[in-house]
């Protein structure tokens, strides 16, 4: 998942952690080495490189499709699985280097669910079009090997997968997980709290360009093809899994200076940092 990744399990042996662990692990792995867009060997690959042509996909690919759907529904287009195009252009290194709009002109006719053909078990998509799972698969992998784990313990789990997590219940004594979450610019580190369910966050922390003053997050608005400016540094919400987190956390940060307007209106359980 590209980042550090660690299960908490309160009140179990050393050998009992160690194998919950293997467990949790085994699982993410799965997960990343079935949708990453990064390998050549699997169901997103064949998508990618079908060249148009349809390409039939395994029951839990298809429930992902569905869901992607849903939420380029539910969010006017926002948030859209075929946007990973755009990292094309878009590096998020730190640097200055933005895209002109010639660059992104040239880019957005291969971004938009719209363009899909999604009749399941097959799915079609124009020639030089992509699928990217990143924005809700790391938050998909914490809730399935949390639902593994809660299976085999009655135990107080805690998984984390760069910081993206999700909690079976409270400690032992009935105290919350305490999260940090990293604010740029900022000395301290804010605590959230978690008593069960997700916690996810998105932000500027790490991935950002910054060009004439301005600081351009890694979320890019696919109906434009433009990253979205003016929001938040750091958006963390709290709900009932790990991907509702996730997809409510993207959505606030591609609304801008609305963000909270947009939560609010939602009734998420959210902390924003400007």
């Not at 992998?141 to 809660?150: M, P």
């Not at 709290?238 to 609010?264: F, I, K, M, N």
């Amino acid at each position: 998942m590209a980042s550090p990744c660690e299960v908490l399990i309160d009140g179990a042996s050393s050998a009992q952690t160690a194998e919950l662990a293997h467990l949790a692990a085994a699982e993410v792995w799965r997960i990343e080495a079935h949708w990453s867009r990064y390998r050549k060997n699997n169901i997103v690959h064949r998508i990618n490189t079908a060249g148009g042509k349809p390409v039939k996909v395994d029951e839990e690919t298809a429930r992902f499709l569905d869901y992607a759907q849903h939420l380029y529904q539910f969010s006017d287009g926002l948030f859209d699985v075929t946007s990973g195009v755009l990292r094309r252009i878009w590096t998020f290194d730190g640097s200055d280097r933005v895209p002109d709009a010639r660059q992104i002109d040239a880019i957005l006719p291969l971004v938009g669910w719209q363009k899909v053909d999604w009749q399941s078990p097959w799915l079609r998509m124009p020639a030089g079009m992509e699928i990217d799972f990143g924005g809700i698969g790391k938050e998909y992998a914490v809730d399935r090997a949390l639902g593994l784990l809660r299976a085999q313990t009655p135990l107080p789990v805690l998984v984390n997968c760069g910081g993206d997590l999700a909690a079976s219940g409270p400690h032992l004594d009935g105290s919350d997980w305490q999260v940090g979450v990293e604010i740029p610019g900022r000395a301290d580190t804010p605590l959230m709290t978690l008593r069960a369910g997700g916690l996810a966050s998105s932000g500027d922390a790490h991935r950002y360009l910054l060009k004439d003053g301005v600081r351009y997050p890694h979320v890019l608005d696919p109906r434009s093809g433009r990253a979205v400016t003016g929001g938040p540094h750091t958006v963390t919400v709290r709900a009932s899994s790990c991907t509702e987190a996730g997809v409510l956390s993207t959505l606030a940060l591609l609304h801008g200076p609305q963000a909270e307007d947009y939560l609010r209106s939602c009734g998420a359980d959210a902390a924003v940092w400007w």
